[in-house]
Structures are given as structure tokens and as C-alpha cells.
């Protein structure tokens, strides 16, 4: 063959998704999306997205973590009035304290749901087990707020509501825990399946989403695993941070395994 | 902004105006139809182009086990960089650029796992069971693609196998048509020599089976 016959055979054979992959990869976007698309209506996001293109698929990840928090404080600062109350989370976004309307509709289940702890029980059915210590919010709930785009008067009175907000103890309505599982599978799975990008976005969605979640051991687990998997430099630090904070934790030996 | 993506279809136009920085994120109401509206029209996109991303990505060198996540992380940028989205020429260029960046990004990646795996042994080498059928020769090509420097293999692939102009080319990769020829040449030039090294390769090992 020569490679005019090479050319015209990837013309006609080129790679391509199945129809499941293609379904998967929209199933995965789809999910981000609805964490990512408050960025892409805030003043700021354009500007912030102009500096992706030069970034690395890390740095973009990165970014993209950062913005999901920062978005979601500038969700909850523009509609804030409307709200009343200023918690970032709601609804299955791990411990509900106040109701939003800022959320998609995943975070309109659980007004009436009732509030139930997730029991040892429960939790070692996951495919990812493992007691769950309570966690302060991680980095992208916890990013400095100025950097949130559009703050106005109303926005700071906003904000400083929702710092109280965050130390609140709350239940964990059973939609939450069902929703949280759900999101920690589908982190596990992309990490199976080599997926780290998308594994890493996952994580960071749930970081968001569930803070002080009933999986934080797992997710920072399966954090770690998928940033030594990808070779990232920044796995070891993910590594030694986790053994320091779960020194007994039953992920331990695999994430040794993967980070060495 | 507004004129020019309204020429690339209703579902850029549609998700250019949800989240352009034009959109006053004022009402819930409003906010929410935006995201709708966003979503729908990213759909639409994913669904017309998803498979162009997909092959790009494949002819750019992304390996097998890592499409689904490197399809993800373009439609990711594409829903985040659509405001600076300014169709000079058409989405498709524009969607390739971004994945010539993932692309790299994901090789990178791709090549640290298999350096680490190889330390453990776990690498498998990929074999092509009949070079001449069509999907093996397609993945033949793809192959020897890998061996081209990135801008003259991005020039290929836009111009032999997408069948881009000279100037859309140019302006995805920032270069004069003029570049945009002498590289196209120049892979030409250099993927002939590789199809006969292999050719010579394949005489070579079957005269050792006799």
C-alpha cells in the first residue's frame, strides 16, 4: 500500500467512538457542565478562560477547580437576595443547612427529605469503603471570595453570610448520600478506566459539592490515586497529605502502590 | 462576537448568546434559561462534531485508553472558551486547535504512565493483525502519523484528511499559507520515505520466514 491508499483507508475507517463511549463522554460532560456553566455567564469567566488555552491539561484542570468554587460563591452572591440565605450547598450538595434556589434541579430534592447518617453499614457496601471523618471544606469551596467575579454591595452582604453558614452542623439527607455515592463511583470508575482528567474533575465536584461529604476519605483517596496514576507531579504531595490525615485508612497500601 | 458565531450554526449561535459576556446574569429566571439554553446548544455541538474531536484526537496521537477523557476535556474548553469563540473560519478549525492543546497534554500524560507501567512490565505491544485490511491500514497510518514532528503532522491531518483549505489551516495554526504548503510538502515527503522503510521492513521479515 502506498500512502495515498494509507490515506483514503483512514478516511473511510478513521477512529470512532461507540455508540456507548459517545454516550459516556456526554454523560460525563453533561455532568460537569451543570457545575462548570455559571462560570460561562459571569462577567469574569471570559476572562479567566482566555488563560486556559495556554495552560497545561493540569493547570487547566486546576483552573477549572478553582473557577467551580469561585462560581459557585458568585452563584450564590448574584441571587443571594432572592435566597435569603447564603449556604453554598444544598439539596444533595452534602449537608443541607438552608434552602437555595441557585442549585440545578438535582439540588431542589432534598427540602423534604428526611435527614439520616450514613451508617457503617452503608457506607462498606460502597465499592469504595471506608469511615468517613468529617472534613472542613476543601480548596475550591474555601477559595479566597474576591477573586469571585462581580462582587457587589449586595454580593458582600451575601458573603459575609456565608461564612457562618459553612460551620453550621447539618444532616445528611438520604437523597444526598445516594447522590454523593453515585458521584464517588463514577470518580472510581474514571480512575479504573485511566480516565484521570475526568476523575480529577469529578473529585473536585465533589470537593464542591460535598465538603464535608460521607466520602471525603474516598474521594481524596481516589484523588490521589488518579493524580500518581497520570504522573503528575503533584501525586506525591496528594499522597502525603492523605497518609497523614488518614494514617490507618484502607486505601493506604493501594495509593502507596500507585504513587512510589 | 454575536455576528460571527451566528454564521456556524444554530447550536454555536444559541450557546454563544447563553454564555457570551454580553448575557446579564440578572434574574434566576433568566440565569436558568441561559444554562438551559447553554446546555441544549453544547449538546447540539457535542453531537454534530463529536466524532470529528474523537478522530482529531486519535490522528493527534491521543492512545486509545485515554479518547473518552481527552473528548471530555475539549467539550470542557469548548463550553468555558465559546465568548472568545470568533469564527474566522469555521468551528471545525477551531475545535481542532483546542484539540492539538489537549492533544499534547494527554501525550505527555500517556507517555509518563507508560514509562511508568514499562518499570513494572505491564506494557503490551499493540499489533496490527493484517496491515492490509482497511482498519488496520487506517491505524497504519495513524501509526506513522505519530513519527511526524506536531506541526507538520497537525498540517496533514487538516489538509489530507479533513480536506481543510490552505488559509483555514493558516489560521488555526497562526502561519502563512505559504508555511501551510511547504510543511504539507514536507510530511508528504516524509511519510513516503516511512511507508517504504516499512514496506522494505515487512519484504525483509518474510524472507527471514522462508
Not at chain 1, 458582600?156 to 461564612?163: I, L, P
Request: charged residues 25%; glycine residues 6%; hydrophobic residues 40%.
Amino acid at each position: 500500500m502506498n500512502l495515498d491508499d494509507l490515506i483514503a483507508a483512514e478516511r473511510s475507517a478513521p477512529a470512532e467512538a461507540t455508540k456507548t463511549q459517545a454516550n459516556q463522554v456526554w454523560q460525563s460532560i453533561e455532568h460537569s457542565f451543570v457545575s462548570v456553566v455559571p462560570a460561562v455567564g459571569a462577567p469574569a469567566a471570559a476572562g479567566k478562560a482566555s488563560t486556559l488555552g495556554k495552560l497545561g491539561l493540569g493547570k487547566l484542570s486546576a483552573a477549572l477547580s478553582t473557577t467551580v468554587g469561585k462560581v459557585l460563591i458568585a452563584t450564590t452572591l448574584v441571587t443571594g437576595g432572592a435566597v435569603g440565605v447564603s449556604r453554598l450547598d444544598t439539596g444533595d450538595r452534602g449537608p443541607p443547612t438552608a434552602e437555595s434556589s441557585t442549585a440545578g434541579p438535582e439540588n431542589q430534592r432534598t427540602a423534604a427529605a428526611a435527614p439520616v447518617q450514613p451508617t457503617a453499614d452503608t457506607l462498606r457496601s460502597a465499592p469504595v469503603p471506608g469511615d468517613a471523618p468529617a472534613q472542613p471544606p476543601t480548596q475550591p469551596a474555601t477559595e479566597p471570595q474576591p477573586a469571585a467575579p462581580a462582587p457587589s454591595k449586595e454580593a458582600s452582604q451575601s458573603q459575609a453570610e456565608v461564612k457562618p453558614a459553612k460551620a453550621r452542623p447539618a444532616a445528611k439527607p438520604k437523597a444526598s448520600v445516594q447522590a454523593e455515592l453515585a458521584l464517588i463511583r463514577r470518580t472510581q470508575s474514571a480512575v479504573r478506566s485511566g480516565s484521570h482528567g475526568r476523575a480529577l474533575t469529578l473529585a473536585r465536584q465533589h470537593a464542591t459539592t460535598y465538603p464535608s461529604g460521607a466520602f471525603v476519605e474516598d474521594r481524596e483517596a481516589l484523588r490521589a490515586l488518579a493524580l500518581c496514576e497520570s504522573g503528575s507531579a503533584k501525586g506525591s504531595s496528594a499522597a502525603s497529605k492523605f497518609h497523614k490525615r488518614w494514617p490507618k485508612s484502607m486505601h493506604r497500601s493501594r495509593i502507596e502502590a500507585a504513587c512510589e | 462576537m454575536d455576528s460571527s458565531a451566528a454564521r456556524n450554526g444554530q447550536g454555536v449561535e444559541a450557546l454563544a448568546a447563553a454564555v457570551g459576556p454580553t448575557a446579564p446574569p440578572v434574574s434566576e429566571p433568566d440565569r436558568a434559561r441561559g444554562q438551559a439554553s447553554a446546555k441544549r446548544a453544547l449538546e447540539d455541538v457535542y453531537r454534530q462534531h463529536q466524532r470529528f474531536v474523537w478522530r482529531s484526537l486519535a490522528r493527534l496521537g491521543v492512545a486509545d485508553p485515554t479518547l473518552s477523557d481527552a473528548t471530555h476535556d475539549v467539550f470542557m474548553v469548548v463550553a468555558r472558551r465559546l465568548p472568545e469563540f470568533e469564527a474566522r473560519a469555521s468551528i471545525k478549525t477551531w475545535l481542532f486547535a483546542i484539540c492539538l492543546r489537549i492533544a499534547r497534554s494527554k501525550r505527555r500524560d500517556y507517555a509518563r504512565e507508560q514509562k511508568r507501567r514499562e518499570q513494572y512490565g505491564l506494557t503490551r505491544a499493540g499489533t496490527h493483525a493484517d496491515p492490509h485490511g482497511q482498519a488496520d491500514a487506517a491505524r497504519t497510518l495513524r501509526d506513522l502519523l505519530q513519527q511526524l514532528g506536531e506541526d507538520k503532522r497537525a498540517v496533514f491531518i487538516m489538509a489530507e484528511l479533513e480536506e481543510m483549505t490552505a488559509p483555514e489551516i493558516a489560521s488555526v495554526l497562526g502561519i502563512k499559507p505559504a508555511t501551510v504548503y511547504s510543511r504539507l510538502r514536507l510530511a508528504r515527503a516524509e511519510l513516503e520515505r516511512s511507508v517504504q522503510r516499512q514496506h522494505a521492513r515487512e519484504r525483509r521479515e518474510k524472507g527471514d520466514a522462508r
